[in-house]
């Protein structure tokens, strides 16, 4: 499908497309770059990669160019990435928010280059290329985000890679993406590490914990996911954030006004439109949490 | 170890009970009450209890009576079984609340009879007895409230039939149980139904579900738990239901402020106290939900 694909950064996600690329014969030839040496003779060593190289060595001829480094270093790696790129390498990126990153790449990139962001909604709580899994893809939404400006075959490429992970493909604006996962994913982990720090905030925290069971446990897993890479997440994503919290402030104190008032019916028709929605969601993907 | 058990209330706590008290040999003979006679049947079927009855037939010479009903209803069944009840029965109750129960049920109980406060940590998405599982207790944390006017002889059995459940047991008072569970179980309960009501307010709800990754699926999970029973709990447990949101809307209010002033370390702190918290959770114990 490719002759060679370059990966810069290879963490989790760079790292499980690497592994991808190479079991399901997607490219003859995958290159890592990663400022990280000893993360780099990792990602060779399982195989997540064929060579590693610099951007100046490895860009040129490249089909597809992954930015898959954190959300803060992306756009540094782009400017970096340029004076190297060939006409007509795919560049396209894994991160979590859109809007602004893409309309700084299309301002950044010259006029013949194909980018087209990409967001591969797949993660676990594990971090690192030691987590990377070639199925991490398999069954998961694959999001692309294509502007007026992006090149039709670049993005029908990426569609077709996609797919050849296993992916759900799906289009969306920048601006419709980042307004989703604000309420989707960023959200719910921004409330799962506030209700541990509740429990955290009490005299008795250990005791508390004692008597945590199945509820808590799957309400707070993602609370613990990779705090730098949340923090990063949630600042690029940050209006989008506060209008998802202050939705959610407003759905609470609806549920609050029910329990002050003792209003049984109130209560229990937001607790059954909540089960409802909930239960309508489809079957999970094979994809299973690592954490305990 | 036990002669006659009575349960009344034969759902999934129930029906659990009365496998585990029969798969265990624990009890010679056990005695299901129900209102519902379909259920009753299934509970016969599954082998859950060896027969049905009345509360007058079945509460004279009973060595352990079990309060399984839903939270609204056990003072009430509590009230009708008092003129049955033999002198040296062992009451016990599975409610998630438990102060405002135990002060009533000391003082509508004669003095002869020995009620003790219990609370089984264990749950599953499902109701009802076809969900009924002999090992749901097992690793679980099974609480008992003991009072000053409970009699030693009453709490030592139901520690012992804890035990031989499988369940580790805590004693609390009822005021420290219901503050406990009010963070560690009703707050997220309420915090799920309240995110998924969130995105169910958005016009493009079901776009939204289409993004739903495993983050979202376990922070939600316990939003499908049934309606009436989480009702009821919260509006039992109301005042201390309250002053939990109260304390998660103060550390919601922390993460947000860090959010709009783009304080970066204060988010960060915030993110990696919740981490450190969550990781420092022991191993799961061997239930799985059965919710996908």
């Known amino acids: 499908m490719f002759n060679k694909v370059v990966i810069a950064g290879v963490g989790l ?5 690497g592994l991808a690329l190479t079991r399901r014969n997607l490219a003859k030839e995958i ?3 990663d400022p990280d040496r000893d993360n780099l003779n990792k990602a060779l060593a399982l195989g997540v990669v ?3 190289d610099s951007l100046a060595e490895a860009l040129p001829g490249a089909d597809l160019f992954i930015l898959a480094a954190p959300i803060g270093v992306t756009l540094g790696i782009l400017e970096m990435a340029i004076p190297y790129l060939t006409p007509g390498t795919i560049i396209t990126d894994v991160g979590s928010v859109k809007g602004r990153l893409i309309e700084r790449a299309e301002q950044m990139l ?10 591969p909604m797949a993660g676990l709580e594990v971090t690192g290329v030691t ?7 398999d069954g998961a939404t694959y999001v692309f985000t294509p502007t007026a400006n992006t090149e039709i075959s670049a993005i029908n490429s990426l569609k077709d890679f996609a797919h050849a992970l296993g992916s759900k493909v799906l289009e969306l604006e920048p601006a419709e993406h980042d307004r ?16 541990v720090n509740t429990v955290a905030a009490d005299d008795d925290c250990g005791g508390l914990l ?4 199945g509820g808590f446990r799957d309400a707070t897993r993602i609370a613990a996911s990779n705090s730098n890479m949340w923090r990063d997440i949630l600042l690029t994503n940050r209006e989008m954030v506060l209008q998802s919290v202050r939705e959610f402030r407003f759905q609470l104190e ?17 607790l059954i439109r909540a089960r409802e929605v909930r239960e309508s969601l489809p079957e999970n993907r094979k994809y299973v949490s690592r954490i305990k």
């Open 50 to 52: 064929h060579r590693a």
């Open 131 to 137: 987590g990377a899994r070639e199925d991490l893809f």
């Open 110 to 119: 010259p006029q013949d280059s194909y980018f087209v962001g990409g967001h």
């Open 31 to 33: 290159v890592g770059v």
């Open 210 to 213: 004692k008597l945590a069971g």
């Open 254 to 270: 609806e549920m609050e006004q029910a329990i002050i008032n003792f209003n049984r019916e109130d209560l229990v028709s937001g």
């Open 13 to 17: 996600i760079g790292g499980s497309l």
């Open 180 to 195: 989703a996962v604000a309420l989707i994913s960023h959200l719910p982990h921004l409330l799962a590490a506030t209700l």
